[in-house]
């Protein structure tokens, strides 16, 4: 079956602008998170969408928010761009369950800010 | 919040060799998985092993949850093992997925 699909696999923006992300999760996955990796801070938790409802979000400025789709689909979007915005972006998709479950990841996108 | 240490570092080695990856966490998991990122970034699902032992091929892998550890071991290296290996685990919140990674692994395996 499909994995997930995240697109566009890279980006260049300019500082000030805004971008969205998308993620396509595995069919029958509900929950979507989605994570930022840089060389300086590794890989952090961003938020995680469950049933178009965000459940947990991580320690970022409100420029950067998300949401999800009936089909589980999901974007994310960051505002008024900076320079440090500049990651790889990669989300997650895992069956629902009481507790988290196995997760997968789709093939990233990177985000250059100039 | 939970807390997740890789060791070592870094770790270089010639093509054949044997590797032994570890990984402590602070905290009680509900999940363990290990992933190899690979040149392109992206995450490859190595294992997910809450607990016990569980072998692919020439890897395998160890989590001892009562003692918050767990160990990834690559036998026979070839050049393609090389890349960042990550342990991940979930923050225990129950009714949402929250993975904390590890700072990974950079494995080098030379020809």
């Known amino acids: 079956k499909a994995g997930v699909t995240q697109t566009p696999r890279y980006l260049i923006k300019t500082r000030g602008q805004q971008v969205t992300l998308s993620c396509s999760p595995i069919s029958g996955h509900r929950s979507v998170s989605w994570y930022q990796q840089t060389p300086g801070q590794g890989l952090q938790f961003l938020f995680e969408?469950?049933?178009?409802?965000?459940?947990n979000k991580g320690n970022f400025p409100g420029r950067f928010s998300g949401r999800q789709f009936s089909n589980s689909r999901s974007e994310m979007n960051v505002s008024t761009l900076e320079l440090g915005d500049s990651a790889l972006y990669l989300c997650a998709s895992s069956t629902w369950g009481e507790y988290s479950t196995e997760a997968f990841f789709g093939q990233g996108t990177r985000l250059t800010v100039v | 919040g939970i807390q997740v240490e890789q060791s070592p570092p870094d770790l270089i080695l010639q093509e054949g060799a044997n590797s032994t990856l570890r990984c402590n966490f602070s905290?009680?998991?509900?999940?363990l998985q290990w992933f190899h990122q690979n040149p392109w970034g992206q995450l490859i699902n190595l294992f997910y092993i809450p607990s016990g032992t569980k072998q692919n091929g020439r890897l395998s892998a160890t989590t001892v949850a009562t003692e918050r550890y767990s160990l990834l071991y690559i036998s026979s290296s070839q050049t393609t093992d090389s890349g960042v290996y990550f342990c991940v685990v979930d923050s225990l919140i129950q009714g949402a997925q929250k993975l904390v990674f590890g700072q990974g692994t950079r494995l080098t395996i030379n020809p």
């Open positions: 905290d009680s998991v509900n999940n």
């Open positions: 969408y469950f049933s178009e409802t965000q459940r």
